[in-house]
């Protein structure tokens, strides 16, 4: 969103072709995939072993190698960023040579790759762990803001059968966590087809959208319809389902005059409360057009030079309606900022694959492990030839 895969007067790689298996282990788990191959196309060709991808995000529309660049994260419980099932990657450097890099062979290119945005070198190939494909069950539950961390560890963290969880916060208030839990389960299937179909048209969920966000009690139409819906209709399928979600469904209408964007938030766990609070007053005295924030969790990464997350952490993901006047996008960088203010003030980080919002000491602030990506860089790009806009206000 932030032009982290380009830069103005630049060369753009576009790696989707390069979209091959390399190999698939089924009995350890393990595949080899070319990093322009997008996690839906790995599912076809995994699930009919019995198995699913380990960690990836809650669309099947990103590549591997972008997933990766990003160390991107999902709803999975106790997995953490995608870089944690990561077990090699293959590099091109700016010279040319071809690397494999991995925890014990060339680790310093292998955690300035994971969640570097490109700034090393081109990920070509990409191994991955792969876990089993199970049959999962929705469980929703309305918990109270103050006591959602303390129910999150007893009811979640804890359960060895809960496989995906996030809750949401709806507007004006953000107070009232409604939790979605998938749990493993032995249960009849009430959906059977084993992937979500390529090519559907999603015109009622972009509708429904719009009308959330533009008609006279649109939000209240959140909580009293939308909901209760979630609550309400039973769902078990199997977890490749629920992981092959197309993002075509959060698609506008038209952009024109608006887009939707992303924006989040990571912060320890003892901080959940406070910055909740302190975010959702930011958002109601700006006037933010939030659609609603999901939380997520995440223990500490052990593997990028740019972890988001340094311990455990909540992540909030911010989902709002955005116009796209450069009025629009001032107004947008000014609450930004707050935003992360607050956040760094509760010992946590911000996302970098959104908006260049940030100031260049927000993000020293937030990352200060970027030194030791600096230090990579000049040892195998001296002269600079991989860049993009994140890099080149930032690195």
């Known amino acids: 969103m932030g032009g ?44 009919p072993h019995g198995l699913a991808v380990r960690t990836m995000q809650s669309y099947s529309n ?55 945005y490109g700034a ?26 103050a006591d959602y961390a303390g129910w999150f560890r007893a009811t979640v963290a804890s359960n060895p059968h809960a496989i995906l969880h996030n809750a949401d916060l709806v507007p004006p208030d953000f107070d ?19 992937l979500v179909p390529r090519g559907q048209s999603y015109a009622l969920e972009q509708n429904v959208i719009w009308a959330v966000t533009e008609l006279p009690g649109g939000q209240a139409m959140r909580k009293s319809v939308v909901h209760p819906l979630l609550l309400n209709k039973p769902a078990v399928k199997w977890l490749n389902h629920e992981a092959s979600l197309d993002a075509a469904e959060l698609e506008p209408r038209t952009r024109s005059m608006s887009t939707y964007v992303l924006q ?9 409360l406070s910055f909740t609070r302190e975010m959702a007053r930011v958002l109601r005295s700006r006037n933010v057009e939030a659609l609603n924030v999901s939380i997520r969790h995440s223990p500490a990464d052990r593997d990028s030079l740019l972890p988001w997350a340094t311990e455990d952490v ?22 930004t900022r707050e935003l992360i ?13 959104y908006q260049l919002h940030a100031s260049a000491s927000q993000f020293e602030a937030a990352y200060p492990g970027v030194a030791d990506l600096r230090d990579v860089k000049r040892r195998h790009d001296p002269a600079g030839k991989f860049s993009n806009e994140l890099w080149r206000r930032y690195l």
């Open 314 to 335: 909540f992540s909030f993901v911010l989902y709002f309606k955005q116009r796209v006047s450069q009025a629009a996008l001032a107004e947008v960088g000014s609450w």
């Open 176 to 194: 009232a966590p409604v939790c979605v839990s998938w749990l493993r389960t032995e249960r009849s299937l009430t959906e059977t087809r084993r």
């Open 62 to 116: 990103f590549t591997v190698g972008g997933s990766v660049s990003v160390n991107a994260h999902g709803r999975y419980v106790g997995h953490g960023p995608v870089g944690h099932t990561v077990r090699a990657l293959q590099i091109v450097l700016a010279d040319g040579s071809l690397v494999e890099a991995s925890r014990a062979e060339n680790a310093d290119l292998f955690r300035a790759a994971i969640g570097g």
């Open 341 to 353: 203010d607050a956040a760094l003030r509760h010992q946590g980080r911000y996302y970098l694959p």
């Open 120 to 145: 090393v070198g081109v990920i070509t190939e990409v191994e991955l762990d792969l876990t089993d494909n199970v049959r999962i069950e929705r469980q929703v539950e309305a918990v109270a803001l």
């Open 264 to 272: 989040e938030y990571f912060v320890p766990e003892r901080q959940f």
């Open 4 to 47: 982290q895969v380009a830069v103005a007067g630049g060369l753009h790689l576009d790696m989707r072709q390069m979209n091959r298996l390399v190999w698939l282990r089924t009995v350890d788990r393990t595949a080899r995939v070319q990093a322009g191959m997008r996690w839906r196309d790995l599912q076809e060709v995994i699930d």
